[in-house]
């Protein structure tokens, strides 16, 4: 059974930091792209960023290029996401999602969700 | 940055009936485009890749069409469990971008 298992997120104030996890188990996971995608309360799904599969590519939107950052370990089946400078426009429900870049190129997976709260 | 504008809003249909949901690029895509859905309180799942290939799993009353920038995803006959919002999502270029979503309620 393939899982994406997130963690890390909270409650944080603004200018905060926090780093999600997203730990990845039952795929091949050195074959999967990985993705940070969020969705304000009440709001449409937002691309924040991406990483290659040995982490060599990274990818980030404008909106938060400069204050996050993607990594991951491959020996851990893991992927980062350290975010820096926090504001209260972050405050978003954040999946990770996997592209299988031997499979059909899309968001095939995705984790349950974590909320980040970002408030004084 | 690519540009996708879904309509309607909202769509009010009753089961059994045929849902049709648009999505329009601001440029070429190339083919590139996705459909996900998503239910509240749960992560969108991968319905229509590549304009017209269905995800593992995704019944067949389900389909995805293009006409040039505009793409279509059409539900044949609503079930009572397709009542959701849904995404189109493009990845011709950085940076990857979704639609603002459908939402697709009981009547």
């Known amino acids: 059974e393939v899982q994406l298992l997130e963690s890390g997120g909270g409650l944080v104030q603004p200018g905060g930091s926090l780093r999600l996890s997203c730990a990845v188990s039952?795929?091949?996971?050195?074959?999967?792209?990985m993705y940070w995608v969020r969705q304000a309360p009440g709001k449409g799904l937002e691309w924040v960023s991406g990483?290659?599969?040995?982490?060599?590519?990274?990818y980030y939107a404008d909106s938060v290029k400069g204050r996050f950052t993607i990594s991951r370990d491959n020996s851990k089946n893991t992927v980062y996401l350290q975010m820096n400078s926090l504001r209260a426009g972050d405050t978003a429900v954040y999946y990770c999602?996997?592209?299988?870049?031997?499979?059909?190129?899309?968001?095939?997976?995705w984790g349950q969700g974590n909320l980040v709260t970002i408030s004084s | 940055e690519i540009v996708l504008t879904q309509s309607p809003a909202t769509l009010s249909l009753s089961p059994g009936e045929r849902a049709t949901l648009s999505c329009r690029a601001s440029?070429?895509?190339?083919?590139?485009i996705a459909w996900y859905q998503q239910k509240p309180g749960q992560a969108p799942r991968l319905l229509i890749y590549?304009?017209?290939s269905r995800a593992t799993g995704i019944p067949a009353r389900f389909s995805g069409s293009e006409s040039g920038t505009d793409f279509t995803l059409t539900i044949s006959s609503l079930e009572p469990e397709d009542f959701a919002v849904y995404y189109c999502?493009?990845?011709?270029?950085?940076?990857?971008?979704f639609g603002g979503g459908t939402k697709v309620e009981m009547k």
């Open positions: 999602a996997n592209r299988n870049v031997n499979g059909n190129g899309w968001f095939d997976y």
């Open positions: 039952g795929l091949i996971f050195s074959n999967c792209a």
């Open positions: 990483i290659s599969t040995g982490g060599g590519s990274t």
């Open positions: 440029q070429s895509v190339r083919s590139l």
């Open positions: 590549d304009v017209s």
């Open positions: 999502q493009q990845r011709s270029e950085w940076p990857l971008t």
